[in-house]
């Protein structure tokens, strides 16, 4: 059957800025601007005044940005990172990459985020930072991260990727720790044309060490001359000068974003406790995904396929089972909750482009698959 509502309709969702993409390539294919020149400074910029952060650091995506923000930190071997054991890979293989270990903490089932009570009990004296990271449609217990922070002396760095705009408990997320980042790949809140990320931080020193990183240990102003040993993880201007153009529509963005999970919310919260969606209350949330949690999870992906509703799943094998881990020695059973969510979880259809009445058709189709008993 064709399939009537896409999980993430790219043409519909860049239609609106073809324009916008000509104009900015042309501008840079006739400038002699390419890395981290004038669009990038002013990205910076803008991001930094956007989330009251004293520097923002550009780089070449999210992942790069955990990369960066940890090796600037000075973490490295035999250190320990705390993070959650639900996770997109990143939240983990960024720490394991610098020679440090992930310790795996278990989430809590009503959000599929980081457990403070389990992020608490997973430190030892090996442990620099708690990692904890946004997903879906919802924010961490932030207050709890810098708690437990503030008593063992740690760092807490925000994988905030998919939460730009967002805020918990009044100020803005990837803002709570010493820092956080952003993603800028497409299918983010504040997605761009290719991949992209951001550093956040107040730290003078970790930011200075965080310019120099992305761009092979190089001070600013010193070409060939390497004070550390970096990445190559530099934002183009091409990235940026997209994204100039579509952060003023952020929270317009994201505000539909919140009124289709509000249609969802309506629409399937009568289905519990069969079906579970997200947490309600999505004011001040930067909705990326809208995840529900189902024990036939596979049988009704299978039906909404058959009613042409495309479905996704995040995430199908929790981080302590996948095989890039195995040398951590983690078994089946670790991690329960995490392991039931990888099962259960299955992300809706949603985007601020969906056709009106697209998302009533899918809760149409959710509710059928329920009142058949199946």
Known sequence: ????????????????????????????????????????????????????????????????????????????????????????????????????????????????????????????????????????????????????????????????????????????AGRHGVAGVYSFFPAKPAGGIGDGGMIVTDDDDLARTARMLRNHGQPAGKRFHHELLGFNCRMDELTAGFLLRKLPHLDELLRRRRAIAEIYEEGLRPLAPALLPPRAGFEGRAVYTYVVRVQERDALRAHLAEQGVETAVYYPRPLHLQPAFAHLGHREGDFPVAERLSREALALPLHPDMAPGAAERVVDAVRRFHEAGR
């Open 1 to 172: 059957m064709t399939t009537a509502i896409p999980y993430a309709d790219w043409p519909a969702r860049s239609a609106g800025w073809v324009d916008d993409i000509v104009d900015v390539f042309r501008e840079v294919a006739e400038s002699d601007e390419f890395i981290l020149k004038s669009r990038v400074e002013r990205l910076e910029a803008e991001i930094a005044r956007r989330t009251g952060a004293a520097h923002a650091v550009a780089v070449a995506g999210g992942t790069g940005a955990l990369s960066v923000i940890l090796a600037a930190l000075g973490i490295g071997e035999g250190d320990e990172v705390v993070t959650p054991a639900f996770s997109f890979v990143s939240t983990a293989s960024t720490v394991a990459l610098r020679g440090a270990r992930p310790i795996f903490a278990d989430v809590e089932y009503g959000t599929a985020l980081l457990d403070p009570a389990a992020a608490g009990a997973a430190v030892t004296g090996r442990t620099r930072a708690v990692l904890p990271a946004y997903l879906f449609a919802d924010s961490p217990r932030m207050a709890d991260f810098t708690a437990l922070a503030a008593r063992h002396g740690l760092h807490v760095v925000e994988d905030s990727a998919v939460a730009l705009g967002a805020e918990v408990d009044g100020r803005p």
